[in-house]
């Protein structure tokens, strides 16, 4: 048998399955062999009970499996703005308009999402929970999954306090999802609110004062 040759192919599946997995087309298996908590919801795939161990952002996080292991996940079916060194996309979010006021706008609820996010979750033990309707991982090698606190959804409460958008893909709360999206949209619930908050700014304003000019002073008639 030729050793070499078995090892060399032996080494290519290897590089050809790592880039797969990293591509999201093949799932990568998680740390825990079999899942660690009950399911919930409609959502059939395995759970975990997990720490939140560090808030990437307002949609990204790190977690530690009860066996120590470690992981990243991308919450699934959201999307929050970006945050420096990262650019913004105005497209991506319906109504905010694609200029300076609008990346400042999204700067600042992206910045406010990963606030959030570090209040709700950071330290915090909570319910991991993938989906067999969606991919197992993203594009970067991150999990795809739902976070659960307190038997709470954390990916749609996102969407519902304007946190974030729905990210298009295919998962099994894609539906629910859109209408809290539309709900939040509708009433201008967080980074929604752009065009309502310039209104009511504009709406209190007080008036402004004219400034005089060298024909505004009275003329005083002279007496003969």
């Known amino acids: 048998m030729d050793y070499r040759r078995v090892a060399l192919g032996v080494t290519a ?27 919930v919801g409609a959502a059939a795939g395995p759970s975990w009970n ?3 161990t560090y808030v990437v952002d307002g949609d990204t996080v790190d977690v530690q499996y009860e066996n120590g292991s470690t992981e990243t996940v991308r919450l699934l079916g959201v999307d929050t703005p ?17 200029s300076d006021a609008g990346r400042k706008h999204l700067t600042s609820w992206g910045e406010q999402a990963t606030t959030f996010a570090e209040r709700e979750l950071a330290g915090e033990n909570v319910q991991l929970v993938v989906d067999d309707r969606a991919d197992r991982r993203g594009g970067y090698g991150r999990l795809l999954a739902y976070i ?10 996102l969407l519902a306090e304007g946190y974030a958008r729905l990210y298009e893909s ?13 709900t ?6 967080g ?18 004062t004219p400034l005089p000019t060298a024909y505004s002073s009275p003329i005083i008639e002279r007496r003969a």
């Open 13 to 39: 599946v290897i590089v050809v399955a790592a880039l797969a997995g990293c591509s999201g087309a093949v799932p990568l298996p998680t740390p825990d062999s079999e899942s660690t908590a009950e399911p």
């Open 50 to 52: 997990v720490t939140v």
């Open 82 to 98: 970006e945050t420096p060194p990262n650019s913004i996309s105005p497209g991506e979010f319906e109504g905010i308009p694609d």
């Open 148 to 157: 659960y606190v307190d038997g709470e959804n954390f990916n749609q409460r």
């Open 170 to 182: 295919p998962f099994t709360y894609r539906e629910e999802f859109a209408e809290t999206e539309a």
């Open 184 to 189: 939040a949209q509708r009433n201008g619930v």
């Open 191 to 208: 980074l929604w609110g752009f065009e309502d908050a310039t209104a009511t700014a504009a709406a209190v304003r007080p008036p402004a």
